[in-house]
């Protein structure tokens, strides 16, 4: 994938946890929407078969992300924050009640999947905490199995070519997320 949609992605994930002043796992998807103003609700009314949610844009001017009722929780968190990335991403264009699948490009997918990776798992986070299995991860993020599990596949490899704290954003989000890391990394050498 073309590097620039990757890096414009992982760096909004970033300014999205600074912006909305994030300190500690797991984030709370639906306040970090409510802070940008927009809203989440459970409803399969827009959606099509197969899913899990949608991001709206009402008459009214209102966006709102759709969510499956019946989608497990984990799932629930990972759609909010991937449909806020094509919010904050500038991926709606101006249709006035959803955007369309086929307006939707792969490469503004694939921003909007990195995006949500990066705020449900930010990897300097994970690394600071020495959270390197999907177990753990799992468990830290309230993200599924699969998820953490790609997700630590990527932490492995970032962690192999020494790349965390690299950006300036990074340093600002391993700052501010200090003390839970610190009280995290405590926790884990409790044995009992």
């Not at 992300?65 to 806020?84: C, G, N, Q, S």
């Not at 991860?137 to 309230?142: P, V």
């Amino acid at each position: 994938m073309n590097y620039g949609i990757y890096k414009g992605a992982r760096d909004a994930s970033w300014r999205c946890l600074i912006d909305c002043n994030i300190s500690e796992l797991p984030v709370k998807p639906v306040q970090i929407a409510w802070q940008y103003g927009l809203t989440c609700k459970d409803s399969a009314r827009f959606l099509q078969d197969g899913e899990t949610g949608k991001i709206i844009r009402r008459s009214s001017g209102d966006v709102q992300i759709l969510l499956r009722p019946d989608a497990p929780a984990p799932r629930k968190r990972f759609t909010v924050m991937h449909e806020l990335g094509h919010y904050l991403l500038g991926h709606l264009g101006d249709e006035p009640l959803s955007r369309s699948q086929s307006t939707i490009t792969q490469p503004e997918e694939y921003a909007a999947e990195r995006f949500a990776v990066g705020v449900l798992m930010p990897a300097c986070v994970l690394w600071g905490i020495g959270a390197f299995d999907a177990e753990t991860i799992a468990r830290l993020c309230n993200v599924s199995q699969k998820a953490a599990q790609r997700r630590s596949e990527r932490l492995r490899l970032l962690q192999k070519r020494e790349k965390f704290l690299t950006s300036p954003l990074e340093r600002q989000v391993y700052k501010q997320f200090q003390a839970f890391i610190d009280s995290t990394k405590s926790d884990k050498d409790i044995t009992i």
